[in-house]
């Protein structure tokens, strides 16, 4: 059976919720030793049991060396450092980027020094071979961590003392992009552009500042969120033929120093951001929190809302091309069906995957208030 999310559409009607239905199972999802590319499951606090916790950015030509064949190579780091190595899914990118988020954990910061020195050094037999698309520029090595918000100011340090001593000592180019997210869980992308021992030295640094908040509250919530991303818009099954979605956009520097920063995707609309954008980017931050289960269950998800009868035209549509083109656009099941007992209202049904549920929902929530609109407009009143 599918999950059934029953709901008032958001003007209400007194009518009540019906009593949900349909069980929950429940999952448990463990961050071990299991198949290099599909063991992390972001966004679940039990993917994190040990202390120390680092996030690198991998395009997928990195992280398939991290990985190796038949993940002799990720095997071998992990016995070495006594740690847990986890990646995203392939296509799992991080906002703004092709790069799969390699998080390493581990019951020491030596030990996580000991697995960054390896990716460092998997990176340079990256550079050597070539390509180099995303892992070097020009005859450097490139490569990106992200710190909580908090630790990458430590990075910065007090007037950018700290990030330029790093560049005199070492010869690195450095960057940290702007923050991703909110509050504390927020982050920045540490960019290292320089020889292998440079990025040794830099990440040296940047390890240390992580570990130092290590011990807050909100560190697991922030070590295990990948922040995944479809770069540039929705997914292709969400794409609307007739609209156009953003790519992602180039960021100014930060105090115009070091390299260009990693592109970062905005939330993908025609329209400028409306006030109610808090709403939107909190809506974002969950989708990309929620683990991949979620989204892929194969029971499905349905949303029942009741609707009144005048407005059933409309949010049908002529010859019912309303509900054909959110059903061919999203994938859902979707029908509006009488209520026993009910002369005033009828049941909205949309059923489908959790994403394309939500996605549809909104849909018709926009016929609901356009055929609201036509409706006091033809009565005198209008929208105000």
Known sequence: KPFWLRQLAPWGFGVPNPAPSGRVMKRSRHFDDGPPAKQFRPGSSSNISMPCVLKFLAPEVLASAVIGKRGLVIKAMRESAQAKIGLTDPGDFYPGTDCRIITVQANSEEALNTVSNQIISKL????????????????????????????????????????????????????????????????????IIGS?????????????????????SWFVSW???????????????LRNPHLSYPQAEERPLRSGRGPPLQPVAPLFRTSPAPASSSGINLMMQVAHSLPSYVMDDSRGFALSCIVPNSLV????G???????????????KLSIREIPGDSENRAMNIAGSLANTCAAYMLMMKRYLDAESDELAADGRGRH
Do not use: W, Y
């Open 124 to 191: 340079a037999e990256c550079v050597e071979a070539g390509p180099t698309d995303g892992i070097a520029q020009g005859d450097e090595l490139k490569l990106q961590a992200l710190a909580p918000k908090v630790a990458a100011g430590g990075v910065i340090g007090k007037g950018g003392s700290t990030v330029k001593r790093l560049r005199e000592s070492t010869g690195a180019k450095i960057s940290v992009s702007d923050p991703v997210g909110a509050g504390l869980t927020a982050e920045q992308t540490v960019t």
């Open 196 to 216: 292998q021992s440079a990025l040794e030295s830099v990440m040296l640094e940047v390890n240390h500042q992580v570990q130092a908040v290590n011990g807050e």
């Open 223 to 237: 070590a295990s969120n990948s922040c995944a991303d479809f770069s540039g818009g929705p997914p292709p099954s």
């Open 313 to 316: 035209g409309g949010l049908i």
């Open 318 to 332: 002529r010859g019912g091309a309303g509900t054909k083109e959110v059903q061919s656009l999203t994938g859902v």
